[in-house]
């Protein structure tokens, strides 16, 4: 088993320089860099999990759609946890 991990900036909640970017636009990033980082194909990632603050239904959709956007397949589970 690999595990990796990454984040985006940290700012202001709805105040800061981010508070315009849609969340899959800084989220599709950091999966990109996990799977880059961690020297695997991105096809057999089996498992997301996101964490993150503020989002409505926890994150749920925004991870997801991310996942698509980073080019995990569509098998991939993903769960959020929102603080």
Known sequence: ????????????????NQKDTPPEAMLAP????VIKNSGIDAKLVEDVCIGNVLQPGAGAHTSR???FLAGLPDTSSVQAVNR
């Open 1 to 16: 088993m690999i595990v990796s991990f990454a984040r985006t900036a940290m700012t202001k909640a709805k105040k800061g």
């Open 30 to 33: 950091v999966l990109k860099a």
């Open 65 to 67: 759609i991310s996942s």
